[in-house]
């Protein structure tokens, strides 16, 4: 600050100098009560001051919250209002000063909170997955449903960024073992060729040693793969894996964090 003021008093002069640093001064106070603030707010709360809200507002208030703050602000809106915000938030890059102060200044009135003033980038697609995954599986069927019959590319895109092949870590031994049964040797073989030793080595846990032998040369045999053709593969088997969630069968989205119940 005092080599700052020094360059302001010989550039502007001692009066001028001293109104910049009037202005800095009060930029500072300001950011201490930027938008990030709504992290503090109640879900109960913050749900209720932005259920009225322009779609686009409500995208980059969830956007400024963590994934699981946003999924509890999100389930406390109106079943009706989820699904729009959810499709603007996974096209969001990036916000624009302008845009995030004209939101703080409507938000403040309520929650005393003011706009960051810098760009704020933000995932997008996967702030979305991330996002999703941890909502009620019938209320993320039926956000995703929403936006299908919109656009289903972008339904798309968030579905496969939801649950990725490596995620298979997450899943009980039962749930691979039902996953290695429905799903092409080849196929298989394939998409391990591109996955962690760590998920290598959990598959093959659920697996007979005879099993896991010719597993292993399966791959072998493959020789160089493309790329491309791993991802495919791995696709293919997320896209099983989904099936048999929805029949019931396992279970791909990690596990609700325990609630109390009164």
């Known amino acids: 600050m005092e080599y700052a003021n020094k360059v302001l008093v010989k550039a502007f002069g001692k009066e001028g100098a001293s109104e910049l640093l009037r202005q800095v001064s009060q930029a500072a106070e300001m950011r201490d009560a930027k938008l990030d603030s709504l992290r503090k707010a109640d879900p109960q709360q913050l749900a ?69 003033q810098s760009r704020r980038a933000y995932a997008g697609l996967k702030g979305v997955a991330d996002l999703m ?68 080595n959990y598959i093959f846990k659920s697996m007979s040693s005879r099993a896991v032998e010719m597993l292993k040369e399966d791959m072998e045999v493959l020789g160089p793969v493309k790329s491309r053709e791993i991802n495919k593969a791995q696709l293919e088997a997320v896209a099983v894996a989904r099936k048999l969630e929805a029949e019931g069968k396992l279970t791909l989205t990690a596990e609700a964090e325990d609630e109390f119940v009164s």
């Open 48 to 116: 209720k001051f932005i259920e009225g809200e322009h779609p686009q507002t409500i995208a980059l208030v969830l956007a400024h919250l963590d994934s699981k703050q946003a999924s509890s602000v999100l389930m406390k809106l109106p079943p009706e209002l989820r699904a729009e915000p959810i499709k603007r938030l996974a096209e969001l890059r990036q916000f624009s000063p302008e845009m995030a102060q004209r939101v703080a200044l409507v938000l403040h009135k309520r929650l005393q909170a003011l706009g960051e």
């Open 133 to 200: 995954n941890r909502l009620d599986v019938a209320v993320g069927k039926t956000i995703l449903e929403s936006i299908e019959g919109e656009d289903p590319k972008l339904a798309l895109s968030i579905r496969n960024l939801m649950f990725t092949f490596e995620d298979l870590m997450t899943v009980p031994e039962a749930g691979i073992r039902e996953l290695l049964g429905q799903i092409d040797k080849k196929t298989l073989a394939t998409a391990l060729r591109g996955a962690s030793e760590e998920l290598k």
